[in-house]
T-cell receptor, first 112, second 116 residues
Framework: DADVTQTPRNRITKTGKRIMLECSQT?????MYWYRQDPGLGLRLIYY???????NKGEISDGYSVSRQAQAKFSLSLESAIPNQTALYFC???????????FGQGTRLTVV | AQTVTQSQPEMSVQEAETVTLSCTYD???????LFWYKQPPSRQMILVIR??????QNATENRFSVNFQKAAKSFSLKISDSQLGDAAMYFC?????????????FGTGTRLTIIP
């Protein structure tokens, strides 16, 4: 089983719909992140959480919200999806030492 | 804010040859980490190599090595004996070293094509 699991893997939704992307991890890490990948822009940070009670905005948080339900679970919501939120979304985890991050398989989201 | 720049959107190399991907970064910190991640068509993000800024020695992982120039804020990736499986997007990333700042900042990526 993957250390970081994202669901769904792919999703097509309509403009204006609410959608939730879920992430769970078995690494036991405190730090969890949501990134968005667009062609030519690399990965950009949406939100991050350093523990269950700590939620922080990243560089592109507008239009998104998150919930840290437990140490192992971190969900990303689009309250009212719009076409320019079409992208590849990654969840990642890390610990406070060592530096490296572990990524989920990504969720390909298309808003039509 | 920290920035990471990859100035080569696309690169190509003949199989078995050597290729170097460029990355520069901007920071006022002295303690940080640098990474190269590979993203094949499967879209999985795979860590290729990691460098700690306080270490002068360049990191190596089999056919992958880096040229870390701290003063110049340059962190290039060299792939030797290129293989077809090396074809992917490569992202350079930066992370501050101090506790409580474990966020990655990514470059825009370089798409590497391997020519058989």
């Amino acid at each position: 089983d993957a250390d970081v699991t994202q669901t769904p893997r792919n999703r097509i939704t309509k403009t204006g719909k609410r959608i939730m992307l879920e992430c769970s991890q078995t690494k036991g890490h405190d730090r969890m992140y949501w990134y968005r990948q667009d062609p030519g822009l690399g990965l950009r940070l949406i939100y991050y959480s350093f523990d269950v009670k700590d939620i922080n905005k990243g560089e592109i948080s507008d239009g998104y919200s998150v919930s840290r339900q437990a140490q192992a679970k971190f969900s990303l919501s689009l309250e009212s999806a719009i076409p320019n939120q079409t992208a590849l979304y990654f969840c990642a985890t890390s610990d406070h030492a060592g530096g490296r991050a572990f990524f989920g398989q990504g969720t390909r989201l298309t808003v039509v | 804010a920290q920035t990471v720049t990859q100035s080569q959107p696309e690169m190509s190399v003949q199989e078995a040859e050597t290729v170097t991907l460029s990355c520069t970064y901007d920071t006022s910190e002295s303690d940080y980490y640098l990474f190269w991640y590979k993203q094949p068509p499967s879209r999985q993000m795979i860590l290729v190599i990691r460098q700690e800024a306080y270490k002068q020695q360049n990191a190596t992982e089999n056919r992958f090595s880096v040229n870390f120039q701290k003063a110049a804020k340059s962190f290039s990736l060299k792939i030797s004996d290129s293989q077809l499986g090396d074809a992917a997007m490569y992202f350079c990333a930066y992370r501050r070293g101090n506790f409580g700042n474990e966020k990655l900042t990514f470059g825009t990526g370089t798409r590497l094509t391997i020519i058989p």
